[in-house]
Structures are given as structure tokens and as C-alpha cells.
């Protein structure tokens, strides 16, 4: 893509498509200094024209992204999961290029919640106080600027006594199945979300 800058921490990046889908676009962020101040910088990789958005813009470093790097990307927009004193949702409008801050169910403010989509809605999985006990909301008005969520269903994992304070949920696929990583062996262990 023409740009063989890379920073240590690696990107943190997303992929959308504007008005329409042949308009795929790639957002990354970069942290660094800009007179005087903390920023992201932000630029986009436009596919249809194979170019880079000129200048780079920037945000305010008033947050951190969480470790997982990738948006998830749902009707025209782009979601991360941010923290600073509590967890938020950081939002892009990949087709007006506009920016939100939105919050996550008040349940889940404090805790460590994985930002997923599963049959094309937006959703977050947390572990809750129990070793193994899961909740997951869905979000019920996606794409606006307030996000309500409802929790949808809770369902405990039962693991082995040895993975139990020793593992973490890693990530949702697609077919309502997820990866649990073991800390200490490195395992990944695959789990069924009882849904239905």
C-alpha cells in the first residue's frame, strides 16, 4: 500500500465500505506526538483509487484501544472497543468519515467485554464475577449515535479445573462458537455458545 512505515504496537485498523461496497476502505491508527500533545493519527486507504487520504487526521489521545486491533465493521460502520476510566465504544461512519464515542451496558463499564458480531448484529460477550460464566448482549439499534443493549442470554462454560483460573475468552466466530485461550499451556480451546 505504499507506505513502509510500521509502528512497534503494530496498527490498530479497520475495514468498510462507504455507499457501496465496491468502495472498500482501510482506517488505521497510529499513536504519537503532535505539537505537544498526544494524538491518534488516523489515514484511509481508498481501494478504488489505490491511494492513501491526504493529509492524515487526528484524534485526541483521550482513550486507549483495548488489545484486540481489529473494528468490526456492521451497516456502514466501523466499532472498537476503547477504555480510559471505563469501557466505551469508539464509532466511524466509513462513508461520511465521522467519529462517536458511545457507551456499553452499564453491566459491563468495568469488566473485560469482547466486542463481536454474530448473524449480523453487534454484540458483547464479558465474563462475569463467576469463573466461566458468560453474558451477551446484543446491541437493538445499531448505526446510532446512543447504543441501547439488551442482554440476551447468560450461559456458563464448563471447563476442565485446570483452565478455569488460567484462561480467558479470545474471540467469537461466526457460527456462535468461541476460542478460550488457556495461559498456561497456550491451548486453544474451542467452546459452543448454547444459543438457542
Known amino acids: 500500500m505504499g507506505e513502509p512505515y510500521k509502528p512497534l504496537d503494530g496498527y490498530v485498523f479497520g475495514f468498510g465500505y462507504g455507499a457501496t461496497t465496491d468502495n472498500l476502505k482501510i482506517v488505521r491508527f497510529d499513536a504519537f506526538r503532535h505539537l505537544n500533545q498526544e494524538v491518534f493519527k488516523y489515514d484511509v486507504f481508498d481501494l478504488k483509487t489505490s491511494s492513501w487520504g491526504k493529509p492524515p487526521q487526528y484524534l485526541t489521545k483521550d482513550f486507549i484501544f483495548t488489545c484486540d486491533k481489529v473494528g468490526r465493521f456492521l451497516n456502514g460502520v466501523l ?12 464509532a466511524l461512519n466509513v462513508k461520511e468519515m465521522v467519529f462517536w464515542k458511545t457507551k456499553v451496558p452499564y453491566e459491563l463499564m468495568y469488566t473485560w467485554p469482547l466486542l463481536v458480531s454474530i448473524d449480523g448484529c453487534l454484540c458483547m ?4 464475577i463467576d469463573v466461566g460464566r458468560y453474558d451477551l448482549w446484543v446491541c437493538k439499534d445499531q448505526g446510532g449515535v446512543e447504543i441501547s443493549w439488551l442482554k440476551a442470554h447468560s450461559f456458563t462454560i464448563r471447563l476442565e479445573p485446570h483452565l478455569r483460573n488460567n484462561s480467558f475468552l479470545f474471540y467469537i466466530l461466526g457460527n456462535s462458537k468461541i476460542l478460550i485461550v488457556d495461559t498456561s499451556s497456550t491451548l486453544l480451546v474451542m467452546y459452543d455458545i448454547p444459543l438457542h
Do not use: A, E, Q, V
Open 125 to 128: 460477550i464479558n465474563s462475569g
Open 79 to 90: 466499532y472498537w472497543m476503547i477504555t480510559k476510566l471505563c469501557y466505551r465504544i469508539l
